[in-house]
């Protein structure tokens, strides 16, 4: 959600990831929790920048004009929904096996209690490798990271705060 906008930092870059992730027959595993994330983030990034200016499936897509908060919500699961489809995906839903995975590896990691969702997941479903700009990840053993160092290129962009 991060590179959400076409003029953000990296947003070509990982465009073109996911693209390339498209055209390698990628699947996408993730929880049913990926929903409530989503939305979180994509209100952030609507509250600070706006709607986006295309759709995934429709690139000549553009947003209504003066949409309501409901009509934005709307716009960001279609979003996600058409984002999704372009993948061969597997929604794997939260149980109590899954949330004691996430509670250990929060002790043992110091993860936030998502990122531990999604570690646990990873580890339960075999599929260890993870695409995120969070850097929490990297402290993770027998996960592997796929953000081409974009976190580290990030920050060295950012003015530092004195």
């Known amino acids: 959600m991060s590179v959400l906008h076409d003029d953000e ?80 995906v597997w929604e794997i839903s939260i149980g109590s096996r899954l949330l004691d995975g996430a509670l250990q590896l929060m002790g043992r990691y110091n993860l936030k209690s998502h990122d531990a969702c999604v570690a646990a997941l990873a580890f339960q479903s075999g599929f260890t490798d993870i695409v995120s700009l969070d850097r929490d990840f990297r402290r993770l053993d027998g996960v592997r990271l796929w953000n081409n160092g974009i976190p580290g290129r990030r920050a060295e962009h950012r003015p530092s705060v004195r």
Do not use: K, M
Not at 13 to 27: I, K, P, V, Y
Not at 29 to 39: G, I, T
Not at 49 to 70: C, H, K, N, V
């Open 9 to 88: 930092d990296f947003h070509s870059e990982c465009l073109n990831f996911a693209r390339r992730l498209q055209s390698a027959g990628s699947g996408l595993v993730y929880s049913n929790l990926l929903r409530l994330e989503f939305w979180q983030a994509w209100r952030r990034a609507t509250a600070r920048r706006g709607l986006p200016s295309y759709s995934i499936s429709e690139p000549d897509w553009q947003p209504p004009a003066s949409p309501s908060r409901t009509d934005v919500y709307q716009i960001g699961d279609r979003f996600l929904r058409d984002f999704l489809r372009n993948y061969n």
